[in-house]
Structure formats: structure tokens, C-alpha cells
């Protein structure tokens, strides 16, 4: 039986505040409805988790969350036994026997799960979950139990492939996923959201925003010299700054030239000083045009 409808398809794309990714929600929902973990992938600042988050709440509402980390093992996801079960303190020791860990206090509430950057967590933290998603059950060793999934169970995590910091995913873990690519949106739909966010923004400031990350985003998927393009959240920090900045006296040049500086830091390498000079480069070479 259908998790959602076309209706419920509708509500969920007309409420999201992430714009032009409809593609990438609309897929997701179907292969939801279709009893399939869902993976949301691709370049940060895009809105993985805000839609991630947003598709839960309409379906669930009271649903369970992680953020994984580099430090995260399997006693974090399935659970294990407590650190306090080897207190000297028998009540203490008793009362902290073991810890059920967030999948299968999911599994036992009945409730769905978002798995946040899941690749900072290395894939000897999800062998539990593998198997849960490979058979169905998921056993409880520390409690010498076996939790079942339940049906229309709706598993969403979100990934950056290859990013600084993340682990590579087995072949065999990632493919118990869909992936669904969430990348870069349409010039346009940035566009739209400047003139909504920004509206005292000058026009050729906010095309050398759009300008600039652009350019960005093809330095990093063609040429390969940056380890990211410029996110559309780093698009309205650029523009919400400007914005403030000349309205209190800057001239446009100089506002643009600062934003694009600020945010090519965050796009670079910062361990590498010719990636640096790059960014500040096109920075500077883009306020020329300003």
C-alpha cells in the first residue's frame, strides 16, 4: 500500500522552503513509497537536509535523528552494552545495563529516522543497519533480541560524496540505497530567490553573485582545481551582505569584493595557498565587471 499519494506529492513540493529541486523530491518520494531507503547526496549548502527534514515531518511528524560523526560506531546505531553496567554500583550497573542505539530505538517506537552526513560515520558503524536493510532484521546482541522492520518504515540520510572528512562507503552498504542527487539549482530559481530574499539588492551585483558562482561550480565539476563550488546558501550570505553593506555605504565594488572573498575562503582549500589565490583572483576579477 502507497505511502503517499499525488496529493501528498503536491503539498510536500508546494511547502518546501528548498527551491528548484523538485526533480530530486519528487524521486525521492516515489522511491519512498516504494519501501526504499533514500540516500540525498551531493555538494553541501544545497538543502539535503532541510528537505530530508521537511519530507519526515509531513510524512511522520515524530521521527528520530543523528547526526553521524568520524567517532560514531555500531554502539551508536544498533546499541551495546553501557559503560555504567561496570559500575561497582549494583543499582547503577543495573540501571545502565545497556544502551539501545538510534536504529533500534527507532525499530522500537515505530517511528522513522534521518541519518545526517552519513558518510562521516566509517561503514563499521552500519553493519547492524546493513543487515536490516538486507534481510529485514536487525538482532540485538546486548539484549539477546531480534527487531523486525516495520512495514512503510521510511529511512532518509544524507551524504556529501568525497567531501574533506567523510568516509568512502562500501560498495555493498551503498547499494542497500537510492541515490538521489540534490546538486546545484537552475540560475533562474537562485535568481528568484535573490529577488525575494534581497530586494534592495543592485541588479549587477546580484548578477555577479550568480556570476561568480557559477563560475565556481564549474571550476570545481570540470575543472577540477576546487574542492567545491559556491552553495546556494553561500549565494544568499553573499547577496543578504552586500545588501546591508551598501545600504549602509559601501559602494557596490567594494561589498561584492568583500562577500566574495569571505566566501572563497570557505570554497578553497585552506591548506593549499594557490587554491586560495585562485578564489581571491576570480573575486577580484569578477568586481570588475561590477
Not at 512503510?152 to 562500501?170: E, Y
Not at 550568480?210 to 550570505?237: C, H, M, N, Y
Request: with cysteine; hydrophobic share 40%; aromatic share 8%.
Amino acid at each position: 500500500m502507497a505511502l503517499l499519494s499525488r496529493d501528498d506529492y503536491v503539498r510536500i513540493l508546494e511547502t518546501c522552503q528548498i527551491k528548484g529541486q523538485d526533480d530530486a523530491i519528487l524521486k525521492a518520494l516515489r522511491y519512498i513509497n516504494l519501501g526504499y531507503a533514500i540516500m540525498l547526496y551531493g555538494p553541501a549548502g544545497n538543502g539535503k537536509t532541510s528537505i530530508a527534514s521537511h519530507m519526515l515531518d509531513y510524512i511522520s511528524k515524530d521521527y528520530l535523528k543523528i547526526e553521524a560523526t568520524e567517532g560514531m560506531t555500531e554502539y551508536h546505531v544498533i546499541g551495546g552494552f553501557h559503560p555504567l553496567s561496570m559500575s561497582g554500583d549494583r543499582e547503577l550497573s543495573k540501571k545502565f545495563m545497556y544502551k539501545d542505539g538510534i536504529v533500534a530505538r527507532a525499530i522500537q517506537e515505530d517511528k522513522n529516522l534521518l541519518i545526517d552526513e552519513f558518510t562521516r560515520a566509517p561503514s563499521s558503524a552500519y553493519s547492524g543497519l546493513f543487515m536490516l536493510l538486507s534481510l529485514g532484521e536487525l538482532p540485538l546482541e546486548h539484549k539477546e533480541e531480534v527487531l523486525r522492520m516495520p512495514e512503510n518504515w521510511v529511512l532518509v540520510v544524507t551524504a556529501n560524496f568525497g567531501d574533506d572528512g567523510t568516509f568512502k562507503l562500501s560498495s555493498a552498504l551503498k547499494r542497500r540505497f537510492i541515490p538521489i542527487m540534490v546538486g546545484y539549482p537552475k540560475r533562474y530559481t537562485e535568481e528568484k530567490l535573490l529577488t525575494e530574499i534581497t530586494p534592495e539588492l543592485p541588479g549587477n551585483v546580484s548578477k555577479g553573485i550568480l556570476d561568480f558562482a557559477e563560475k565556481t561550480r564549474e571550476l570545481w565539476s570540470k575543472e577540477k582545481v576546487l574542492p567545491q563550488g559556491l552553495s546556494t546558501d553561500g549565494v544568499i550570505k553573499m547577496a543578504r551582505y552586500c545588501e546591508l553593506s551598501i545600504r549602509e555605504g559601501t559602494d557596490n565594488v567594494t561589498a561584492f569584493t568583500d562577500a566574495a572573498i569571505h566566501q572563497g575562503v570557505i570554497i578553497a582549500d585552506e591548506t593549499d595557498y594557490l587554491s586560495l589565490q585562485l578564489v581571491q583572483e576570480l573575486a577580484l576579477d569578477m568586481a570588475k565587471k561590477i
